[in-house]
């Protein structure tokens, strides 16, 4: 058979091409169809008489050896000059992997002790007031899909979406009073977290302690073995509880049992927050740098460093921001896909509270030690309300149809309003319940707080 210029025999072309569709030596698409017929003569010719005397035809056959020898020479010379090539290109690959190794380790070894030797001393790392730079490495593609695929979904649906019917109203919440009060479990009380469905509440103390507590039982459920440090964070993720400490260390826990973690920072992970696809997790810290991981996966997928360190976090509403309140006063926003700062807001002083609204368009901070909220809209980068409310704040928190902003100080619990009529903030509940952290329970039918005893109260309707 031909085909091109290479000639086989027919039943195993056939075969070949039955199984692989292409040509054996140039790969090239062929069919059955493609194939010519090379027509030999039926009569074959006689050898020349010369060639057929056994003198002769020794000659013959002692020529076709030497050629196979000599064939067989240089194939095995090539095989030997090609395995030396090969020897040498692996010693070089092994070589270059081994320099690219040892320079990143380095590199990973300087820019912790830099972040290290940053969070002793407490000052920035660059001068002149620019941002520390420092490569990272970009989000995987499924990432940045989930991410857009999550923002599009959200912010389609943000305005449209109506006030749940069981929802809390103004004059429900006007009631409030303490129904419920627990032990004192957990002293220092510097994390609240409300579990989704309304009665488990993560709670955890200065003493490096943290439980679960059920509201509706009121007794401890689970008490979660945190380790070295103490706690500074701690939030749920579906049924899992998440918990950051001051050695930068991040713990999962299902229950009472540790099913992961995370060591990105160098120094104190001074807050935890979940974006709103349940599946990536934020974290910021003393090394000026936030952090986010893959809650699926159980991996690291990239640290961005900015030029202070961050002391609390929360993810935007529609998921693609991150905000971080900095030791330097400011709110950063970040845009995660890129790990670009997108955005600053200015509040004079160490920022300890933020929390976006679910309306998506306001977020709002507090400084250490102040009375006062500063409340900023995204889209005009600029402050558009300060409530006022007389006494040091602790912790604030906007419930989820973005009616009701909850706040917490030792003096008291209290909850703003915000009427759309009039475009202003009046107080509908004011409560004498000393507390560190306040949190939303389910439905807005009560608040839950947590005082400096690791004392839990929940307020609910008369």
């Not at 095989?79 to 692996?90: C, D, G, Y």
């Not at 030791?327 to 929390?355: H, N």
Request: with cysteine; charged share 20%.
């Amino acid at each position: 058979m031909l085909c091109a210029r290479n000639i086989y025999e027919k039943r195993l072309i056939e075969a070949y091409i039955t199984e692989n569709g292409t040509e054996p030596i140039t790969g090239e698409t062929l069919t059955a169809e493609d194939l010519i017929d090379l027509k030999s003569p039926n009569v074959v010719y006689p050898r020349p008489p010369q060639m057929t005397s056994i003198p002769a035809m020794l000659s013959l056959f002692q020529n076709e050896w030497d050629a196979l020898a000599l064939q067989t020479y240089t194939l095995q010379q090539n095989l030997h000059q090609a395995r030396q090539e090969l020897s040498t290109a692996l010693y070089e690959n092994d070589a270059a992997v081994r320099v690219i190794a040892q320079l990143t380790k380095e590199r990973d070894e300087a820019r912790t002790a830099l972040a290290q030797l940053d969070v002793r001393q407490g000052a920035p790392a660059t001068t002149n007031g620019d941002a520390m730079q420092v490569d990272s490495a970009p989000l995987p593609e499924n990432i940045v899909e989930k991410i857009e695929n999550v923002q599009a979904t959200l912010s389609k649906t943000r305005r449209k979406r109506p006030v749940p019917e069981e929802w809390a109203t103004s004059e429900s919440i006007a009631t409030y009073t303490p129904k419920l009060t627990s032990e004192p479990y957990f002293p220092g009380g510097t994390v609240l977290a409300v579990h989704e469905g309304g009665d488990s509440v993560l709670v955890t103390g200065t003493n490096g302690v943290a439980g679960v507590v059920s509201l509706s039982e009121n007794r401890l459920l689970h008490s979660l073995k945190v380790g070295k440090g103490y706690v500074t964070s701690g939030i749920w993720a579906r049924d899992r509880a998440i918990i950051a400490t001051s050695t930068g260390s991040i713990k999962v826990f299902e229950e009472d049992q540790e099913v992961g973690s995370f060591a990105a920072h160098a120094g104190s992970a001074n807050a935890v927050a979940l974006h709103p696809s349940g599946t990536i997790l934020g974290s910021v810290g003393e090394d000026r740098s936030y952090a986010l991981y893959d809650l699926e996966s159980g991996n690291v997928l990239n640290r961005v460093f900015s030029d202070s360190a961050l002391k609390c976090a929360q993810f935007h509403p529609d998921g693609h921001l991150l905000a971080a309140g900095s030791a330097d006063g400011q709110i950063k926003i970040f845009q995660i896909t890129t790990g670009a700062e997108a955005a600053t807001f200015d509040l004079g002083g160490p920022v300890r509270s933020i929390f976006f609204s679910e309306n998506g368009i306001w977020v709002a901070g507090v400084v250490e030690g102040a009375s006062s909220i500063s409340i900023w809209d995204l889209r005009k980068t600029a402050a558009i309300a300060t409530i006022d409310t007389g006494s040091p704040i602790d912790s604030i928190a906007w419930d989820y149809t973005g009616q009701f902003l909850a706040i917490a100080g030792v003096e008291g619990v209290s909850v703003q309003q915000y009427a759309k009529a009039t475009k202003e903030w009046s107080e509908i509940l004011k409560r004498g319940i000393s507390a560190t952290r306040v949190a939303w329970g389910r439905n807005a039918q009560s608040l839950v707080t947590v005082d400096g005893d690791g004392t839990v109260t929940t307020l609910a309707a008369s």
